[in-house]
């Protein structure tokens, strides 16, 4: 296959993919998304075992790929789905962190444009901490930066699960006329090597036989 096939096309495709999981990532431990964290790793890793199986025509760690694709699909609408509040969703539970803490989106108190208010404790000498107020002046709201990000990761899967399907085709045609000439086949080793024993056979029998002795 070229390197403007499928094939190239799909290892671009892992290797995008690959660095748009790992960006994500990043962010979601900085918010401390314990769910989107475990989603992630489990998504890299099965990228890479995708990008392993094109590199080396391994079919089946691509159909294993594609298949997480839809996994993967349908996983980010539930995320854009949780931070539209989308079927009695809310963005503000704590679904995404296993109810373990009250931690947003980093993009939350990080966003573009957005300003941190914070006051100084009450009631409490010696200390500096501070409680947080509100934040101001973003120019986005968060949440439709996560349902950027996840509408960014369903469109690169989508294409990586029809162009996983073509390669997985292709792999397996050429397999298939690879095996129809000969080429895991044993048998025409076994044939070239029976037309000398049948000569040897007919030889013999030629000796041992009448017309043989009469001949002599």
Same mark, same amino acid.
């Given at each position: 296959?070229?390197?403007?096939?499928?094939?190239?096309?799909?290892?671009?495709?892992?290797?995008?993919?690959?660095?748009?999981?790992?960006?994500?990532?990043?962010?979601?431990?900085?918010?401390?998304?314990?769910?989107?964290?475990?989603?992630?790793?489990?998504?890299?890793?099965?990228?890479?075992?995708?990008?392993?199986?094109?590199?080396?025509?391994?079919?089946?760690?691509?159909?294993?790929?594609?298949?997480?694709?839809?996994?993967?699909?349908?996983?980010?609408?539930?995320?854009?789905?949780?931070?539209?509040?989308?079927?009695?969703?809310?963005?503000?539970?704590?679904?995404?962190? #296993?109810?373990?803490?009250?931690?947003?989106?980093?993009?939350?108190?990080?966003?573009?444009?957005?300003?941190?208010?914070?006051?100084?404790?009450?009631?409490?000498?010696?200390?500096?901490?501070?409680?947080?107020?509100?934040?101001?002046?973003?120019?986005?709201?968060?949440?439709?930066?996560?349902?950027?990000?996840?509408?960014?990761?369903?469109?690169?899967?989508?294409?990586?699960?029809?162009?996983?399907?073509?390669?997985?085709?292709? #792999?397996?045609?050429?397999?298939?006329?690879?095996?129809?000439?000969?080429?895991?086949?044993?048998?025409?080793?076994?044939?070239?090597?029976?037309?000398?024993?049948?000569?040897?056979?007919?030889?013999?029998?030629?000796?041992?036989?009448?017309?043989?002795?009469?001949?002599?």
């Amino acid at each position: 296959m070229g390197c403007c096939t499928g094939r190239c096309t799909l290892i671009f495709l892992c290797t995008l993919q690959l660095l748009a999981a790992l960006e994500r990532q990043v962010f979601d431990f900085l918010g401390y998304q314990w769910a989107p964290i475990l989603a992630n790793f489990l998504h890299i890793i099965i990228v890479i075992l995708g990008l392993f199986g094109t590199i080396q025509y391994r079919p089946r760690y691509i159909v294993v790929y594609a298949i997480w694709t839809a996994v993967w699909v349908t996983w980010n609408i539930f995320i854009i789905c949780f931070y539209l509040e989308v079927g009695g969703l809310s963005k503000d539970s704590e679904l995404l962190t #296993f109810n373990i803490s009250r931690h947003q989106s980093w993009w939350s108190e990080n966003g573009p444009g957005c300003v941190r208010k914070e006051a100084s404790m009450s009631g409490i000498k010696g200390l500096d901490s501070h409680s947080y107020i509100s934040v101001i002046g973003c120019a986005l709201e968060y949440r439709y930066i996560e349902v950027m990000h996840s509408s960014f990761q369903i469109l690169i899967a989508l294409v990586g699960f029809v162009y996983a399907c073509y390669v997985v085709s292709v #792999f397996t045609e050429e397999e298939d006329s690879f095996d129809f000439i000969g080429g895991f086949d044993p048998f025409p080793l076994y044939h070239v090597n029976e037309k000398p024993t049948n000569l040897l056979f007919k030889q013999t029998y030629l000796l041992i036989s009448p017309s043989g002795f009469s001949g002599m």
